[in-house]
């Protein structure tokens, strides 16, 4: 599954940067979290609780940033598990300067197998915008 979008954020760069790198924040803007925690630099573990359409359940992984270019860009490598659905992920995260403004992109391949994968592919694009965007509503309220 391919995922991508932009959003704009009405703070400078360097301060939403410094929330996309607060474990804290983040962990309090990911829907369903129920643990986000650093285990080695750049790296984290979580729990999410999550439900897509028939199938919900508690999910566990850990997210890796790599190509850190602060404050501008990295990549984040995800993998996790639950419920008889494993999960892996890549994807590219991007700020500009936008007046005064920032403007984030991203881009991402998500490859879902299991369970979910069978009975939740058509709404799986869906929940996962949706997600996005609750998550991304939050990060503004954060880091304004």
Same mark, same amino acid.
């Given at each position: 599954?391919?995922?991508?979008?932009?959003?704009?954020?009405?703070?400078?760069?360097?301060?939403?940067?410094?929330?996309? *790198?607060?474990?804290?924040?983040?962990?309090?803007?990911?829907?369903? !979290?129920?643990?986000?925690?650093?285990? $080695?630099?750049?790296?984290?573990?979580?729990? !999410?609780?999550? &439900?897509?359409?028939?199938?919900?359940?508690?999910?566990?992984?850990?997210?890796?940033?790599?190509? !850190?270019?602060?404050?501008?860009?990295? &990549? *984040?490598?995800?993998?996790? $598990?639950?419920?008889?659905?494993? *999960? =892996?992920?890549?994807?590219?995260? $991007?700020?500009?300067?936008?007046?005064?403004?920032?403007? +984030?992109?991203?881009?991402?391949?998500?490859?879902?197998?299991?369970?979910?994968? &069978?009975?939740?592919? &058509?709404? *799986?694009?869906? !929940?996962? =915008?949706?997600?996005?965007?609750? +998550?991304?509503?939050? +990060?503004? $309220?954060?880091?304004?």
């Amino acid at each position: 599954m391919k995922i991508s979008g932009s959003y704009r954020f009405p703070v400078e760069r360097d301060r939403l940067w410094s929330a996309l *790198m607060d474990p804290q924040v983040i962990g309090a803007c990911i829907p369903g !979290v129920q643990s986000f925690s650093a285990v $080695a630099p750049d790296t984290y573990a979580f729990e !999410v609780g999550f &439900r897509v359409g028939i199938v919900s359940g508690a999910y566990k992984g850990t997210l890796e940033l790599r190509d !850190v270019d602060a404050p501008n860009a990295y &990549r *984040m490598v995800v993998q996790g $598990a639950g419920v008889r659905t494993d *999960m =892996k992920g890549e994807g590219n995260v $991007a700020l500009a300067p936008d007046g005064d403004a920032t403007s +984030l992109t991203f881009d991402g391949d998500v490859n879902v197998t299991g369970i979910l994968a &069978r009975v939740g592919q &058509r709404m *799986m694009l869906t !929940v996962a =915008k949706q997600q996005i965007d609750r +998550l991304f509503q939050c +990060l503004s $309220a954060r880091a304004a």
